[in-house]
């Protein structure tokens, strides 16, 4: 099992930025591909980034490439987020997922674990 807790989200202008931070335990996280997802009302969840087991290997959606970055720190047992350049079309709740293998997909299927998911809110 591992278990996931996001943090990080809040209110922030359009423009602005945020990183959020998801701290696994439970289970060996450095051999796992981690993933964001996010959710906003009345729309299905939706892939953001992956990044695989070693950090060396990343996906992202095409509406933040280039303004969200994924990373990781295997001895923290964290993966983050760092959201610059927020637009109020970014406002949803974020959730980290993990993989139980290594290697990055953008379907939310593919991830075994879920965080409990953090409010991100972008006013214009």
């Known amino acids: 099992q591992v278990q996931l807790v996001e943090s990080g989200g809040g209110l922030v202008q359009a423009g602005g930025s945020l990183r959020l931070s998801c701290a696994a335990s439970g289970r060996t996280f450095s051999s796992n591909a981690m993933g964001w997802f996010r959710q906003a009302p009345g729309k299905e969840r939706e892939f953001v980034a992956a990044i695989n087991w070693s950090g060396r290997s990343t996906l992202y959606a095409d509406s933040v490439k280039g303004r969200f970055t994924i990373s990781r720190d295997n001895a923290h047992d964290t993966v983050y987020l760092q959201m610059n350049s927020l637009k109020p079309e970014d406002t949803a709740v974020y959730y980290c997922?993990?993989?139980?293998?290594?290697?990055?997909?953008?379907?939310?299927?593919?991830?075994?674990?879920w965080g409990q998911g953090t409010q991100v809110t972008v006013s214009s």
């Open positions: 997922a993990a993989r139980v293998v290594g290697t990055v997909v953008r379907e939310p299927v593919g991830y075994a674990y």
